[in-house]
């Protein structure tokens, strides 16, 4: 007697198939969804140069905007808003090696400020590629941060929508 496949015992047989093959395995946690790890660490580093942790409040870098900023340009529809990335964290690395002989994370981090300091004075006009990414990052970086759980009750100490017992602000009339 020959074996006969029916239509429900071919779609169980062509399910455990494509479900076996079309498997990906999953996401180390933790690991950048978009950046290089290398990548990763330079804006988190960059990120964290911009808003360090002081007195008042933690910084970037526990707030967690590397990881924002990675999520965001790993969901980007448009192919520019994600070299516009690589291309200025490569950029980065470039202004390093010509300024300081090596890679921004192996500069000093007295030479990481000053880096910082030279681009955000061109930020008004930026012309080259560092310069351009600065802005990007910075703009995204302040967003990112003041969005945060950190950047929103520490940092800014807002409370939300409470009810005040007494008018402290300035009376017009």
């Known amino acids: 007697m020959d074996p006969i496949l029916n239509r429900r015992d071919l779609f169980k047989a062509f399910t455990a198939v494509a479900f076996t093959t079309l498997q990906l395995p ?3 946690p933790g690991a950048p969804l978009f950046f290089t ?3 990763f660490a330079l804006l988190d580093a960059l990120t964290d140069l911009m808003i360090p942790t002081d007195d008042h409040s933690p910084g970037a870098h526990d707030a967690g905007v590397a990881a924002f900023i990675d999520r965001r340009v790993a969901e980007a529809f448009l192919a520019q808003d994600k070299d516009s990335w690589r291309k200025g964290l490569s950029a980065m ?5 010509s300024s ?3 890679p ?3 500069a000093s ?3 990481q400020q000053e880096m910082l300091k030279k681009l955000a004075a061109k930020e ?3 012309k080259t590629e560092p310069e351009k990414f600065f802005t990007q990052l910075k703009e995204t970086t302040a967003f990112a941060y003041y969005s945060s759980s950190i950047g929103i009750h520490q940092e800014i100490n807002y409370k939300g929508n409470v009810l005040l017992e ?3 602000g300035y009376d017009a009339t």
């Not at 690395?93 to 090696?97: C, H």
């Open 37 to 39: 790890r290398d990548e």
């Open 166 to 168: 007494q008018f402290v």
């Open 124 to 126: 008004k006009d930026p």
């Open 100 to 102: 300081c002989q090596c």
């Open 104 to 106: 921004f994370l192996k």
């Open 109 to 111: 981090q007295q030479q």
């Open 26 to 28: 999953a996401a180390e």
């Open 93 to 97: 690395n470039e202004l390093s090696q």
